[in-house]
């Protein structure tokens, strides 16, 4: 077997549990603790260990040949969800044994993806040289605030709100869950086919309109969660399902152009660098705002939380965009102006 194959073998394994583990995790966890608080720690205290941990994972990776560390991740992994499989089967579980058990699965999942890597310097290397040139472009920075942003806002819907409006208030079953998640991988192959058939259209200059009508779609599945709590619950997800295919469609939309614009913005001799501290930032923020969302849903419910993060990232956004907004507004005034002469 040829290393890519062999790599493109484990990857497609690691990807496959990564797609089980945020649909299965959320309703267990849900259902054994009962409360969203509860649950945004538990992901917190899951997640944290494996990003905290990342710049020695990479250490250690470099003193030992990719395949071998690559074999022994996805081993481990097997082993893990083969021996938790069989004690969640047989009922032999407790809230400790899952956190220990989560975060395992989460450093060797880490360990994977950083396996499948080119290691060409020290981590903190690249992250001090990234930060620097973050910190010295303001249009760089301005777009990864306002990802932190959106990470921490809303990148919580899988593991807190999600499971909290559908399972938790519509007691919808547990078996027909993961149509969410498929739901927006629709959008997302749709969005994918629509990018590539439509390749003339500078979607980087609507980035900020993307922005607010992603967060616009995520307000209207909280207001419908609300206002549609008296009608049969499979009314309501079905809507529910309607925007998560929209909303997987709009995310791409928002993905490419950022990608694109960091990849065209950012010199080529220190893009790695400032992947490397984007994606190490992205999933260190994430854990943080899970535990926030949690506890504030526990409080005032997943839907009313859905409503007020996407409303605050919103008018992060507008902050953010402010000058183009005005430009655009006034430019708005004046066709208008102009037509009624």
Same mark, same amino acid.
């Not at 470099?62 to 047989?90: D, H, P, Q």
């Not at 806002?153 to 149509?179: C, D, M, R």
């Given at each position: 077997?040829?290393?890519?194959e062999?790599?493109f ?6 990807e496959?549990?990564?797609a ?8 267990f966890i ?10 945004g ?11 905290l941990?990342?710049p020695?994972m990479?250490?250690w990776?470099e003193?030992?040949?990719?395949k ?8 481990t992994?097997?082993?893990?969800c083969s021996i938790?499989?069989?004690l969640?089967?047989f009922?032999?579980?407790?809230f400790i044994?899952?956190v ?6 989460a450093i060797?999942?880490?360990?994977l ?10 981590f ?5 040289i990234?930060?620097?040139f973050?910190?010295t472009e303001?249009?760089?920075l301005?777009?990864?605030?306002l990802i932190?942003?959106l990470n921490?806002f809303?990148?919580?819907?899988e ?18 869950f993961?149509l969410?998640?498929?739901?927006f991988?629709?959008?997302v192959?749709l969005s994918?086919?629509f ?7 500078e979607?980087?200059?609507h980035i900020?309109?993307?922005?607010v009508? +992603?967060? #616009? &779609?995520m /307000?209207l599945?909280? !207001?419908?969660?609300?206002?549609? *709590?008296?009608?049969?619950?499979f009314?309501?997800?079905?809507l ?5 295919v929209?909303?997987?469609?709009i995310?791409?939309l928002v993905?490419v152009?950022?990608?694109?614009f960091f990849q065209?913005?950012v010199?080529?001799n220190?893009q790695?660098?400032f992947?490397a501290l984007l994606s190490?930032s ?8 899970i535990l926030?969302?949690g506890?504030?849903a526990?409080a005032i ?6 409503i007020?993060? +996407?409303i #605050? &990232?919103? /008018?992060?956004?507008? !902050?953010a965009f402010w000058k183009? *907004? ?6 708005f005034?004046l ?7």
């Amino acid at each position: 077997m040829s290393k890519i194959e062999y790599l493109f073998i484990s990857r497609c394994l690691s990807e496959f549990a990564g797609a089980i583990l945020p649909v299965v995790f959320p309703l267990f966890i849900l259902k054994t603790t009962h409360s969203l608080s509860l649950s945004g720690l538990f992901f917190t205290i899951t997640m944290l260990p494996s990003v905290l941990l990342t710049p020695a994972m990479v250490v250690w990776i470099e003193k030992y040949e990719k395949k071998k560390v690559t074999f022994f991740s996805v081993l481990t992994l097997a082993i893990l969800c083969s021996i938790g499989s069989m004690l969640l089967k047989f009922g032999r579980y407790d809230f400790i044994y899952l956190v220990c058990f989560a975060i395992l699965v989460a450093i060797f999942s880490m360990m994977l993806d950083l396996s499948s890597k080119i290691v060409e310097e020290s981590f903190v290397q690249k992250f001090r040289i990234g930060l620097h040139f973050i910190r010295t472009e303001k249009a760089i920075l301005k777009y990864f605030l306002l990802i932190m942003a959106l990470n921490f806002f809303v990148a919580s819907s899988e593991e807190v709100t999600n499971p909290g409006i559908a399972i938790q208030k519509y007691h919808l079953p547990t078996s027909i869950f993961g149509l969410v998640s498929i739901a927006f991988s629709i959008g997302v192959i749709l969005s994918g086919i629509f990018i590539a058939k439509n390749s003339k259209i500078e979607f980087r200059k609507h980035i900020s309109k993307l922005f607010v009508l +992603n967060s #616009l &779609v995520m /307000v209207l599945i909280g !207001f419908s969660s609300v206002f549609l *709590i008296s009608f049969n619950a499979f009314v309501f997800f079905g809507l529910m399902l309607f925007f998560e295919v929209l909303l997987g469609f709009i995310t791409i939309l928002v993905n490419v152009p950022i990608t694109s614009f960091f990849q065209s913005q950012v010199p080529l001799n220190i893009q790695s660098r400032f992947f490397a501290l984007l994606s190490f930032s992205a999933n260190l923020i994430v854990p943080l705002g899970i535990l926030y969302t949690g506890f504030l849903a526990s409080a005032i419910g997943a839907d009313v939380t859905y409503i007020i993060n +996407n409303i #605050l &990232v919103i /008018v992060i956004v507008c !902050f953010a965009f402010w000058k183009e *907004i005005g430009r655009g507004f006034r430019a708005f005034l004046l066709k208008k102006w102009k037509m009624s002469k």
